[in-house]
């Protein structure tokens, strides 16, 4: 088998990884995006262990390190802004709620894209365009777009998101709230960017109010802070709700919950936001013929894992390790993939036993619970034993990491 031409869908993190890979095996590569242009928003994201070692491998983990957040550590508040616990920020490649690479989703993209230049495979890069059609004959995938263009493909890859459209198109299962594909996690996320304060500091301040609700600020190196909303709901559908009315929702959920809230909420009606219902992407299978699902599309493990980023950029390197050996049938190769990503996939999705209601308590008790857990696991007795960063690392090395001779000995 020798693959000549590949489609990826989606140019976030998983997509431009995998497009560097297979374009430093001479693949030509075309990246398509519905958004005009690369998407250089986003919250942070972080990198931990065999994702840090991928990002080396690429060249770019200093580059990286150069644009961290600059995240001193986690500390966690209850509704009246008391100190329940601190985490610092982790010295080890995987440990701890603030992970050692703190960068912003955007960002790291924008690196991930830039390191495709000059690689010895062509990129061809589709923005403000998708695909609309897919026919596998078996030989290849004719791809149809919604410009209107058709071009045929020895694979296509879905990097899409957990809510992905092309997925459904190629696998079925449905689509938004209601897809097969999607485990629901009961929970909700609103993300956006504030003018930053005099009293905002480097923590990542984590604030539980009660009925299950949380209100998140963040550190970033752009001079502004990240703000989150988390709040538990069973109610289907409140992600496709249009802006104005996701923002009603929430500024009535978070009325009288004090400054970290209610700054929040007064911002959803003039800052951008970001809404989307938390969940993990399921599948008995990650191919179909000539088409492949890759990043959150095939494995989202949710925000409250801390491993999607990680999980992106170890599975896009795998895939173009498997399709690109030398010698490999395309059916060993999509095995080969999967044989090797799903040990860290199911690790990852693994939460912590009553994920996400334990980070949202709903009654007085259960912020009382939390805040003795937290000052337990942050106290100097346990800090120095690192019991408390070994409790909350994602399972960032469950993966045999293998080495591709052949995609890292390319030039770039």
Known sequence: MAISSVLISGASIAGPALAHWLARAGVDVTVVERAPE?????????????????????GLEDAVLAHTTGEAGTRFLDDRGRVLGAFPASTSQTGGPTAEVEVLRGRLSRLLVDSCEGLPGSITWRFDDQVAELDDDGSGV?????????????????????????????????????????????AYCAYLAVAREPSDDDYWNWQVLGRGRSAHLRPDDEGTTRGLLTFLSDVPGLDELEPAAAALVMQRLYAGTGPIGERLVAALD????????????????????????????????????GMSTT?????????????????????SALDGYERRLRPLVDAAQKLPP??????????????RVLGALVGLASSRAVKRLKLGEKLISPPADAVDLPRYEHLEAAPV
């Open 38 to 58: 690369l998407r250089e928003g986003g919250h942070n994201i972080d990198v931990r262990g065999a994702g840090r070692e991928v990002l080396r491998r690429m």
């Open 354 to 367: 009553g994920t996400p209601r334990v980070g949202n308590p709903r009654h007085t008790a259960e912020i």
């Open 142 to 186: 004719a791809a149809t777009f919604a410009s209107g263009d058709e071009e045929r493909y020895d694979v296509v890859v879905v990097a899409e998101g957990l809510r992905s459209r092309t997925r459904q198109m190629v696998f079925g299962g449905g689509g938004g709230s209601r897809s097969a594909h999607v485990k629901e996690l009961g």
């Open 270 to 305: 003039t800052e951008p936001f970001y809404f989307e219902a938390l969940g993990q992407a399921v599948l008995p299978r990650w191919s179909q013929g000539r088409m492949v699902l890759a990043g959150d599309a095939a494995h989202c493990a949710s925000p409250i894992s």
């Open 311 to 331: 999980l992106a950029l170890v599975g896009a390197y795998l895939l173009a390790g498997e399709l690109t050996a030398p010698g490999a049938s395309l059916a």
